[in-house]
């Protein structure tokens, strides 16, 4: 293998990895802030003792978090310093603005909310993992920001004389109709993924101490379920929404990636969707059969009709050929282009059917005993995380062989486009890119050990016996001793 194939492995596992932490903490800060809020305004210990158990999980996936992210960046100055050279000036800059503005905050009053339980008052103390829900959301905001104007650049010009992009709009580029699309639907999935995390560890240890007959103590998890539930719900339906526009963004601005998800070799009037397509699948689109398909209904989700004419991966081959050159194949990889986006919203399934049990079997204040129920919590907590994943897998596998997508109209946007080939770095050589792929896969897979063992330990202690209000308020009001405390550590 090449440096070219070697460099795209290796983003696209450290990539793939990082993106696994992403959604958890995106989702769960906001729902760790909310559980604190209710503790706050009804002073009930539950909330508290919730706050507590899932800002322990919450810390640890934030760390493992970051750690991975911190890659990214190199790989942007050295394997792919070519596309850095192009593009640096416009997808720098809300790169920049993620780090100074909202990383920084999210970092800053999370040390906060670590340290300050006992220091800070009680409403100030709530106040900063706000700031940290906020800036969390704030930060895929601007990371999001960069990703879409590699799907649909804007705000750019050509400059031929340094052949580099400049921006001369970031209004444009923060603005980005691509970037408004996609931005409520990678949150709202975040939020599935943190609903669906925290019902299913709620959901299993209400199920055991109902079984332990111990009812008082499932009663402290039961609003956990309920949260988590209403969380997925109202997620569930933004995702739809979100996921409705954003597909006929991408039938406009990228119609071979739509294709390509749908196997539409040929083009044709109301196009099916393709529930099971089997076959060769690869790129000469020959030897493959639809099995099971929905007639029209890929016409409508591309533009409301559905008699509406779509043209196929062949057409869009020759297509692009045209506009951008002969002897490039402008086809992704029908296969993982295809499955992908299928298991992208298959997985959502499991969230699903969390909610639906649990919203039937803890209707009327009841608590749940089933032993199916506890397992059925379990096996639905991975199933977000892994649709989040291969979500990130089509999006970014559906736009090869483009690093930058030109936009679809005749000129593109001011000639301002990037093949991934020509994106890779010429000075580094495919085993110095190995070494560094070997390296990093070793070291991710002791860290994906660490973080699996470091969660599971913790979610198997459960919500503590009981908790104290540790405020300063709480504090004078009991009478206890005034005068500065020890800096410690929360948990």
Known sequence: MDALDLARWQFGITTVYHFIFVPLTIGLAPLVAIMQTLWVR????????????????????????????????????????EYSRFVGDVFGAPLAMEALAAFFVESTFLGLWIFGWDKLPKKIHLATIWAVAIATNLSAYFILAANSWM????????????????????????????LLAAFPH???????????????IAGWWMVRLVRAGDEEGARVYRPAVVLGVVTMLISGVGIGASGDWQ???????????????????????????????????????????????????????????????LPGVDELQERSEALYGEGVDYRPNLMVTYWSFRLMIGLGVGSAALALAALWLMRKGRLVGNRWFGTLALLAIPTPFLASSFGWVFTEMGRQPWVVAPNPNP???????????????????????????????ALYGVLAVLWFRLMRRYAAHGVSVAERDPSPEARAAEGAAGGDQPLSFAY
Not at 47 to 70: D, M, Q, S
Not at 282 to 309: H, K, M, Q, R, W
């Open 42 to 81: 009804t002073n009930d210990e539950r909330w508290l003792r919730l706050t507590k158990f899932f800002g322990k999980l919450l810390l640890i996936n934030f760390a493992i978090g970051v750690a991975t992210g911190i890659v990214q960046e190199f790989q942007f100055g050295m394997n792919w310093s």
């Open 151 to 178: 799907q649909h650049p804007v705000g750019t010009v050509f400059n031929s004389e340094t052949g580099r992009a400049e921006m001369v709009d970031i209004g444009a580029v923060l603005t980005n109709v691509t």
């Open 186 to 200: 990678t949150i709202t999935a975040a939020f599935l993924t943190a609903g669906t995390f925290v019902a299913g």
């Open 247 to 309: 597909a006929k963004l991408m039938f406009d601005q990228q119609p071979m990636k739509m294709a390509s998800a749908e196997a539409l070799c040929v083009g044709e009037n109301g196009a099916s969707f393709s529930i099971l397509t089997v076959g060769d699948l690869t790129n000469n689109c020959e030897n493959t059969a639809t099995i099971i398909e929905l007639p029209g209904v890929t016409s409508f989700l591309a533009s409301g009709d559905f008699d509406s004419y």
């Open 411 to 441: 000129s593109g946007v001011d000639g301002v486009w990037m093949l991934t080939a020509r994106g890779v770095s010429t000075s580094v050589s495919g085993g110095m890119v190995l070494t560094s792929l070997l390296a990093f896969t």
